[in-house]
T-cell receptor, first 109, second 113 residues
Framework: LAKTTQPISMDSYEGQEVNITCSHNNIATNDYITWYQQFPSQGPRFIIQGYKTKVTNEVASLFIPADRKSSTLSLPRVSLSDTAVYYCLVGPNDYKLSFGAGTTVTVRA | DTGVSQNPRHKITKRGQNVTFRCDPISEHNRLYWYRQTLGQGPEFLTYFQNEAQLEKSRLLSDRFSAERPKGSFSTLEIQRTEQGDSAMYLC???????????FGPGTRLLVL
């Protein structure tokens, strides 16, 4: 499974856009990029998944450049409730997930 | 759709005791995964089932650990002769076989004293 690198932590303020970039230089042809969110004492929650270009849903956008060696999760207008750990995962779409340490995003008032 | 459920949510046990956790996946999902998460780390894969067949086990799953999914629906994870190092959050996830986004349950937090 491809290794990912993402910042350990990020701070933001309510109403701002948060962009988390993940590096995955060894991504394979059949790998997808998936992001999960996790609050303390809860299971991870699926946010978004993409293969290439841009994907948008009601929660976030995922930007993937043509070489697919990195990706950026964009959270628009964050609120205090978006404070969580965000995980970037790369791998086949129907296989075990390989989590790193994630990025702890702290949103302040 | 009630999502993935796990029971119990919390378990405190003494070293050497056996514990069993249950996971009920989303009803139409034929894949079921178990993960373990320790403080400050991301979840680590333990094992997964497709229907009732256990298809892969991690090296993390020592012989004290056993998982079953007898009828291809709910699954149990048993830890025998618990050790303090087994203290962790045990997470269950389920998915469809194809194009399967994994949906996680709330987890069972185990504390071994």
């Amino acid at each position: 499974l491809a290794k990912t690198t993402q910042p350990i932590s990020m701070d933001s303020y309510e109403g701002q856009e948060v962009n988390i970039t993940c590096s995955h230089n060894n991504i394979a042809t059949n790998d997808y990029i998936t992001w999960y969110q996790q609050f303390p004492s809860q299971g991870p929650r699926f946010i978004i998944q993409g293969y290439k270009t841009k994907v948008t849903n009601e929660v976030a956008s995922l930007f993937i450049p043509a070489d697919r060696k990195s990706s950026t999760l964009s959270l628009p207008r964050v609120s205090l409730s978006d404070t969580a750990v965000y995980y970037c995962l790369v791998g086949p779409n129907d296989y075990k997930l390989s989590f790193g340490a994630g990025t702890t995003v702290t949103v302040r008032a | 759709d009630t999502g993935v459920s796990q029971n119990p949510r919390h378990k405190i046990t003494k070293r050497g005791q056996n514990v069993t956790f249950r996971c009920d996946p989303i009803s139409e999902h034929n894949r079921l995964y178990w993960y373990r998460q320790t403080l400050g780390q991301g979840p680590e894969f333990l094992t997964y089932f497709q229907n009732e067949a256990q298809l892969e086990k991690s090296r993390l799953l020592s012989d004290r650990f056993s998982a079953e999914r007898p009828k291809g629906s709910f699954s149990t994870l048993e830890i025998q002769r618990t050790e303090q190092g087994d203290s962790a959050m045990y997470l269950c996830a389920s998915s469809l076989e194809r194009g399967g986004t994994q949906y996680f349950g709330p987890g069972t937090r185990l504390l071994v004293l």
